[in-house]
């Protein structure tokens, strides 16, 4: 039973669910409290020490009956055994019809036989099920292994079987107790064969060591991830918001200048009878202003999209944020994200902004933004540029941005495209550079939360 | 009423619960009993209004321990959770403390020796005759078992959680003065969370983990057939099965089942005999709290007044979802 536990365990791990050893520990001795006997209980002790996220908990539900199983599949019925000789003679009859192999299933069908383990391995080596190891194939590969029992043919020829027997002269209740009791039948079988795809997935997943997917998927680059994978990555960017946030919440706690904290001063000090030698502060907000410049034309699709949701997740953090997004002008969109989930909000904006073919024009937008709202940078703002400035051999409008750079505390440029491709082609990136204070290379996640992070810190 | 102090099984804890007007499921139960036996926090996640913190009340209540409440908010520091020094109380006793002071160090004759006898009474000052005990050190001090909820973890900030950890793995706290104070009964302790933000993984480690989801009708309606007697039976199904049916909504607030208690008590107030059009209305703002929740679920009532007028009143609460998708 341990081991099985420790399996269970190492497959949750590779279904994505975080669980540490001093868990894994408080699992087997929740168990050891509870015992194994009341199933429910059992199961309620795995989950409550294991799972702390809601989101992992369908994983966990998913997993739990595949290792502890749900119980045995629906009995298999033996319809031999209550047919009279002159039954089983027509029906020995009509099973002559049919070749060699499908006889042997319609048999195993009417006897009410269930799989051997060897037979389910054999079928599982056979449509690839050892190499399976997420549990998203596993209808896929319960469906192989139906079409290796030729389950579709088998269903055909027991459709003639019945038929035959009736112009043989079977009794019409009969028959059709029969196509019940063999229509159960292959339930159960299907089932059966859905059970050990279950299980043999899972097992492989427990095999298959926790490979660092979110990490893999953080360093892929934006333009190689599938949507799957993008789906993943939105929660991840959640969860690095939140981790961004409390960071952000240490660096203010250690702020050094501001309000005197008389309380806290006092409280301090009383070790020195009263006399502040140490002083203490309220602690500082440091709210940076944010101004976002996001080019959402095709290229720059993936990269913007997560930009934007993790600027969204950071709000609250960020509350002075002005967002832009452009493609051949450029439009205000922080209405968009007020009010609205993220998810919602970008879509709403990307539908709003349908990517064009060749119509970037970035110092078109440039020119929309200084004359309608240059006056959301000031000095405190920090200007934040999100594109790979392919212009489309546009005017850069280089004095605007020169203009704005100047405006702001300072300016920081994100571009996702590897800075040896920066000035081919129409982009426009070497002019640019020269006007921000930093340039970064953003193509992975990982390298987006660590600009975010160093976008969060004071200028010091 | 329980005399040890500890539920004995997981079918007691339900039945103890349940006397405390607690409806628990199985899953509540039994993670509520597992956390007892194993000593180990339970960290209780969900929407908000689902009862979390009504379940600490509850098992504080069925095991008739004193329930001590730390309410979590931003900026919440450990001054003000675990102890504080009274320095006021202190500067006053050396003030009012001065002769007597000056009597102890008068026979001194060096400043060396002086000193020494000022050391020998400093404990005075610093004992816990002066020590503003806070909630956590007061559930760590306690002579009796006590139920301690952390409420809205997630509120406080994430240091705050760390420093929670050596309270929550040791139950023991160190006061440099003092030196370190251990829990004389290990407490229960009860940690809600509105998911308004990820807790640190230490922190998950260390605690049992419980979901608590808004329940199905079946236990909805014991819930306020419990807390609401006066409702008539018919008419609690019938709002329950609304309020069931306005979670299936995509809104901003779903109404909780504290909301929907407060509804079905408004119900009685009114004296409402049935669940008409014009009840619903004057009283859905109970039940959302959002102006566009509000509008939202009256548009669909209207339009479903235009459409069908003489459907049967309390049929159209089931209708609800389905409109909505076909939107």
């Known amino acids: 039973m341990e081991e099985r536990i420790v399996k269970f365990i190492s497959a949750l791990r590779s279904g994505g669910v975080r669980v540490s050893l001093a868990e894994s520990a408080d699992a087997f001795s929740a168990v050891d409290n509870l015992g194994i006997q009341g199933r429910d209980a059992f199961r309620l002790s795995l989950r409550a020490t294991l799972v702390k996220d809601a989101e992992s908990l369908p994983t966990f539900e998913e ?40 006889r042997e299933m319609l048999e195993r069908l009417l006897r009410g036989e ?175 202003k944010l101004v976002v410049i996001c080019d959402i034309s095709t290229s720059m ?17 960020v509350s002075k944020s002005h967002a832009f997004a452009f493609i051949d002008h450029l439009e205000y969109i922080t209405p968009d994200f007020q009010g609205n989930r993220a998810n919602e909000a970008i879509q709403q904006v990307l539908i709003r902004m349908p990517p064009g073919y060749y119509s970037t024009d970035l110092g078109h937008s440039l020119q929309n933004f200084a004359d309608d709202y240059l006056d959301t940078i000031d000095h405190r703002t920090t200007l934040i540029v999100v594109g790979d400035g392919r212009n489309n051999y546009n005017d850069p409008r280089l004095d605007i941005f020169r203009k704005m750079a100047r405006r702001s505390r300072r300016t920081l440029w994100l571009n996702p495209e590897m800075p040896m491709l920066w000035g081919t082609g129409d982009s426009d990136m070497l002019d640019y550079l020269p006007l921000c204070d930093t340039i970064l290379q953003v193509s992975t996640l990982s390298e987006l939360a660590a600009a975010v992070d160093q976008l969060l810190v004071e200028k010091s | 009423m329980n005399t040890t102090s500890a539920f004995k099984s997981i079918e007691e804890t339900t039945d103890s619960l349940g006397g405390q007007q ?43 321990r004193t329930l001590i409440r730390l309410q979590c908010y931003e900026g919440l520091d450990e001054t003000k959770a675990l102890y504080e020094w009274e320095y006021a109380k202190q500067l006053l006793y050396t003030q009012l403390l001065r002769d007597q002071l000056q009597q102890t160090l008068a026979g001194a004759n060096s400043l060396a020796e002086a000193a020494d006898r000022l050391t020998d009474e400093e404990d005075v000052f610093f004992s816990m005759r002066f020590l503003l005990q806070r909630p956590l050190l007061r559930a760590i001090l306690s002579d009796e078992p006590v139920v301690l909820l952390i409420d809205e973890i997630d509120r406080a900030d994430a240091e705050f959680e760390a420093f929670l950890l050596e309270v929550l793995s040791d139950f023991q706290v160190s006061v440099p003065e003092l030196g370190t104070l251990a829990a004389n009964h290990v407490p229960i302790v009860v940690l809600t969370s509105n998911n308004t933000r990820e807790l640190s993984e230490a922190l ?124």
């Open chain 1, 63 to 102: 997993l739990f009956p595949l290792f502890f199983g749900s119980g045995e599949p629906p009995p298999l019925m033996n319809l031999m055994e209550d047919l009279t000789e002159e039954e089983a003679n027509m029906l020995a009859q009509a099973l002559q019809e049919f070749g060699q192999r499908l």
């Open chain 1, 114 to 288: 269930e799989l051997s383990q060897e037979e389910l391995d054999a079928l599982g080596q056979m449509v690839g099920l050892n190499h399976a190891d997420d549990l998203r194939y596993r209808e896929w590969m319960a469906r192989r292994m139906q079409r290796a029992l030729q389950f579709e043919q088998v269903r055909k020829a027991m459709q003639e079987i019945m038929e035959l027997m009736a112009q043989m002269g079977m009794n019409k209740e009969r028959l059709d107790q029969m196509r019940q009791l063999i229509a159960q039948n292959m339930d159960a079988l299907r089932e059966q064969l859905r059970q050990h795809a279950g299980q043999r997935i899972a097992e492989n997943m427990a095999e298959q060591r926790p490979e660092d997917q979110l990490e893999g998927l953080m360093d892929r680059p934006f333009q190689a991830l599938s949507d799957s994978d993008m789906q993943k990555l939105r929660q991840e960017v959640r969860r690095l918001a939140a981790l961004l946030r409390s960071r952000i919440a240490l660096r203010q706690k250690r702020a050094k200048t501001g309000h005197l904290d008389a309380k806290a001063t006092i409280r301090a000090n009383l070790k020195h009878g009263g006399v502040p030698f140490h002083i203490k502060h309220r602690d500082r907000t440091l709210k940076p």
């Open chain 1, 301 to 317: 699709r993936h990269c913007s999209e997560l930009m934007l949701s993790l600027l969204y997740e950071l709000q609250d953090q």
């Open chain 2, 22 to 64: 607690y409806i628990a499921n199985d899953e509540i139960a039994t993670t509520v009993y597992l956390s007892q036996q194993l000593g180990k926090p339970l960290l209780t996640e969900g929407p908000a209004g689902v009862g979390k913190t009504e379940l600490a009340k509850a098992v504080a209540g069925s095991l008739d």
């Open chain 2, 204 to 327: 998950k480690r260390r605690c049992l983990y419980l979901f608590i989801d808004y329940p199905s009708l079946e236990q909805e309606l014991s819930v306020v057939r419990l807390k609401v007697p006066d409702l008539a039976p018919q008419m609690a199904r019938q709002a329950v099965e609304l309020v069931q049916s306005l979670r299936q909504i995509d809104l901003r607030k779903h109404p909780s089942i504290s909301e929907t208690l407060d509804w079905a008590q408004a119900l009685v107030t009114l004296n409402s005999e049935n669940l008409d059009r014009k009840t619903l209305e004057t009283t859905l703002s109970v039940l959302l709290k959002h102006e566009t929740d509000l509008r939202k679920v009256q548009r669909q009532l209207g339009r479903m007044d235009g459409r069908d007028d003489d459907e049967d009143e309390t049929d159209w609460d089931e209708e609800l979802p389905r409109r909505r998708r076909i939107d």
